[in-house]
């Protein structure tokens, strides 16, 4: 990149609409994939980057070199009270048949091993974007999977819950191997799933009787746990509480941010919230995550956003923010505050929105485009009347 490629590409802005052909235009010459072409093209990409440049500056796009990506962000649809998600004709495009759901529940079944089940219950329900079909049985089993033809499903036992498990024991190196063992013999290859967590349902392992491992994929290095197929089960007997295997459609988008420029992004869109606490500290990684409205609800009214953060507040009164669900490399900027233990849990109420934030910042476009609350761990105590905190010991 020369040093106008980089003005434009660090200055763009997504207030104004770019002229539909003018960007399909400026789009032809800088993607044009024929070196023959590129050879006669390229004074004029100069010239089209050079007379465009006020445009593409104030338009959404970014240009990265002799690349063109759309800026991805779109305003979210807003909705008052918590409502199901109702099914369109459109959603109901390509859906398999209410017969083939059965057929299909009936062949997952036995291939888990569940040969007496009966179906008693199924429904067409709407999983974010996606579309599934949800199975229960008379034995409290449920079978979710993608209507559409997908390989992803979610297999849960509630009935294990009931049995006399509580004996069962194992080692968090026996519950992988375990683990591993289970996948293949359901007909999964975990190969290409490289990264494995492993947790146990009680304080301590020698506790535990419910054990839960996932295999995540991890392209360039990074944790996708959109891609991941995840096992509970009771050791020693290899009873399953459940089997998800998810399948999101990552994008492997390319890095064109650094690390600084997602830090000032989020610091100024933080500056939004009107909150004023003292940062303590700003941190940022790559990772990969899916665009939410989380961080756009939290700086549009952060009021509202902690209000309705509380177990008791009303589901009628809350405001939910809908987009795509996009699977994206970003970089996850965490902003943690400094603020007196005291006001943290005020009224003996423990408010984690003072904790910090953590924002999506798109690793190829900028944009924020979505965020969650971070896990900040904290311990505190009481030392002569006042809430103080106990140092984090350094690891």
Not at 49 to 67: F, H, N
């Given at each position: ?38 050879k006669s093209y390229k004074p ?132 992988e191997k375990t683990a591993r ?138 405001v939910v923010y809908h987009t ?72």
């Amino acid at each position: 990149m020369d040093n106008l490629d980089k003005k434009i590409y660090q200055e763009i802005n997504t207030n104004i609409e770019i002229p539909t052909m003018l960007e399909t235009k400026i789009k032809e010459v800088l993607n044009n994939n024929n070196i023959e072409n590129k050879k006669s093209y390229k004074p004029w990409t100069k010239i089209a980057t050079t007379a465009c440049a006020t445009v593409i500056m104030t338009a959404g796009i970014v240009y990265a070199g002799a690349t063109v990506y759309e800026k991805i962000w779109k305003e979210p649809t807003k909705i008052i009270g918590i409502v199901s998600d109702n099914i369109t004709e459109e959603d109901l495009k390509g859906t398999i048949s209410e017969i083939e759901a059965k057929d299909k529940a009936d062949e997952i079944l036995r291939k888990f091993g569940y040969t007496n089940e009966k179906i008693k219950t199924m429904r067409l329900e709407k999983d974010g974007d996606d579309i599934v079909w949800h199975i229960e049985t008379n034995n409290k089993l449920s079978v979710s999977f993608d209507a559409k033809g997908g390989e992803g499903l979610c297999l849960f036992s509630d009935d294990i819950l009931f049995k006399d498990i509580h004996n069962y024991r194992t080692t968090r190196e026996e519950a992988e191997k375990t683990a591993r063992k289970l996948c293949e013999k359901y007909g999964y290859n975990i190969d290409a799933y490289n990264y494995v967590e492993t947790y146990f349902n009680m304080d301590t392992e020698e506790e535990s009787y419910i054990w839960y491992v996932n295999f995540s994929k991890k392209p360039d290095n990074l944790v996708d746990r959109y891609n991941q197929i995840s096992i509970a089960f009771v050791p020693e007997i290899d009873e399953l509480r459940y089997f998800i295997v998810t399948e999101g459609k990552y994008e492997n988008n390319p890095i064109y941010i650094t690390e600084e420029q997602a830090k000032e992004t989020a610091l100024t869109e933080e500056q939004k919230t009107n909150i004023n606490y003292k940062i303590k500290e700003t941190n940022a990684e790559l990772g990969i995550a899916a665009m939410n409205t989380d961080a756009y609800a939290r700086t549009i009214d952060y009021q509202q956003y902690c209000k309705q953060s509380k177990m008791d507040y009303l589901e009628k009164n809350y405001v939910v923010y809908h987009t795509d669900e996009r699977i994206r490399k970003v970089w996850k900027v965490t902003i943690e505050y400094d603020i007196p233990m005291e006001e943290i849990f005020l009224e003996d109420s423990f408010n984690m929105n003072d904790l910090g934030y953590t924002y999506y910042i798109d690793a190829t476009t900028g944009e924020v485009i979505g965020g969650e609350s971070p896990e900040i761990n904290i311990k505190a105590e009481y030392k002569n009347g006042n809430l103080v905190e106990i140092p984090t010991e350094e690891k």
